[in-house]
């Protein structure tokens, strides 16, 4: 998957498909009056930006640890975890390649710069290039992190009550420092609810299936 990420940097342009950042600055305009990365941009203060980037970087965190656990203690919730993990990038890969586009800050200009002195100045320009610059819609930021709530919701709540905060300032963050237009986190939501739907569709479709030895040891283990 994360080939297939950083290839779509050259392979997307040889579609002859054109950035569409223009277009989805228009639609924020026609939702809200003004995408928030510039009506928030008053609201910029080095301790907020540093905090909202920890926020960010709690993705990479999550995106791992999340179906880590399932995959420790429970084969077959992990199992339905990762179809809809997987179900959710896929559609997010095909509006990075139908709907390419960098974000507002790859494409647009603004009055001021972001600066966090303590962790926002050390890490902001390795997160940028990271980047394929097409993957602002749908946010996948706050896809794969509202689906693993939702997930977790379902199967591990304790761990729900204890990330939910995190990912609310994950998901302010993403606008917050410029990183989404407001549409790409609506677009980031319905992907979600796709993959969740997808993961409660494989769960119950396999659930009357005989559990290995394996699995059923791993059950007896787990406090």
């Keep these: 998957m994360g080939i297939s990420f950083y290839a779509m940097g050259a392979a997307v342009p040889l579609l002859g498909n054109p950035?569409?950042?223009?277009?989805?600055?228009?639609?924020?305009?026609?939702?809200a009056g003004e995408t928030p990365a510039v009506a928030w941009e008053?609201?910029?203060?080095?301790?907020?930006?540093?905090?909202?980037?920890?926020g960010y970087l709690f993705f990479f965190y999550y995106l791992i640890a999340g179906p880590g656990h399932?995959?420790?203690?429970d084969v077959r919730l992990f199992r339905a975890c990762m179809?809809?993990?997987?179900?959710?990038?896929?559609?997010?890969?095909?509006?990075y390649t139908v709907?390419?586009?960098?974000?507002?800050?790859?494409?647009?200009?603004?009055?001021?710069?972001?600066?966090?002195?303590?962790?926002?100045?050390?890490?902001?320009?390795?997160?940028?290039?990271?980047?394929?610059r097409m993957d602002a819609f749908p946010s996948m930021h706050l896809a794969a992190s509202l689906y693993l709530l939702l997930f977790d919701w379902r199967h591990l709540r304790r761990r729900f009550w204890w990330v939910l905060a995190p990912c609310?300032?994950?998901?302010?963050?993403?606008?917050?420092l410029r990183f989404h237009y407001l549409v790409d986190l609506l677009?980031?939501?319905?992907?979600?609810?796709?993959?969740?739907?997808?993961?409660?569709?494989?769960?119950?479709?396999?659930?009357s299936q005989p559990m290995l030895a394996t699995e059923i040891n791993d059950r007896k283990a787990r406090p």
């Design 42 to 54: 008053s609201w910029l203060t080095p301790w907020l930006e540093d905090l909202a980037m920890g």
């Design 187 to 207: 677009a980031g939501t319905a992907v979600a609810l796709a993959g969740w739907y997808m993961a409660e569709k494989y769960e119950a479709s396999t659930a």
């Design 168 to 176: 609310l300032l994950l998901w302010f963050s993403t606008i917050y």
């Design 99 to 132: 709907l390419p586009a960098g974000g507002p800050q790859c494409c647009m200009t603004f009055a001021r710069p972001l600066h966090g002195p303590w962790l926002l100045d050390w890490t902001l320009q390795a997160v940028n290039q990271a980047s394929n």
């Design 83 to 95: 179809v809809g993990l997987f179900t959710m990038y896929g559609l997010g890969f095909m509006g």
């Design 19 to 31: 950035g569409v950042d223009g277009l989805l600055l228009k639609w924020d305009r026609a939702l």
């Design 70 to 73: 399932y995959c420790i203690r």
